[in-house]
Nanobody, 121 residues
Framework: QVQLVESGGGLVQAGGSLRLSCAAS????????MAWYRQAPGKQRGLVATITSGGRPNYADSVKGRFTISRDNAKNMVYLQMNSLKPEDTAVYYCNAHVFVVGRIGITEYWGKGTLVTVSS
């Protein structure tokens, strides 16, 4: 019913930048909060940043001042601009959205399949 597809991952040197994108499609009435999570090898998935439908962001302490989350409500897109990347940012990055689905009551949470970001030292 709703699909989230991430793009923009890749290999970058420490200090470099990447911009991740996530496109939501399907039977979407509207989208509430959107977020980026990440999971490094051998670690649990953790929150990177969230953004409300009104555009208010929130960040994990580890990425504050380096990452910027934004969204385009008209396109059902969310972005993550990542600057000053560090090797410890290496992870699979997942898009997350809380969606009001057409014909369904309440909010349904969806996840993308992830995009790999590798930061070399």
């Amino acid at each position: 019913q709703v699909q989230l597809v991430e793009s923009g991952g890749g290999l970058v040197q420490a200090g470099g930048s990447l911009r991740l994108s996530c496109a939501a499609s399907g039977s979407i009435f509207s989208i509430n909060d959107m977020a980026w999570y990440r999971q490094a090898p051998g670690k649990q998935r953790g929150l990177v940043a969230t953004i409300t439908s009104g555009g208010r962001p929130n960040y994990a302490d580890s990425v504050k001042g380096r990452f910027t989350i934004s969204r385009d409500n008209a396109k059902n897109m969310v972005y993550l601009q990542m600057n000053s990347l560090k090797p410890e940012d290496t992870a699979v990055y997942y898009c997350n959205a809380h969606v009001f689905v057409v014909g369904r009551i309440g909010i349904t949470e969806y996840w993308g399949k992830g995009t790999l970001v590798t930061v070399s030292s």
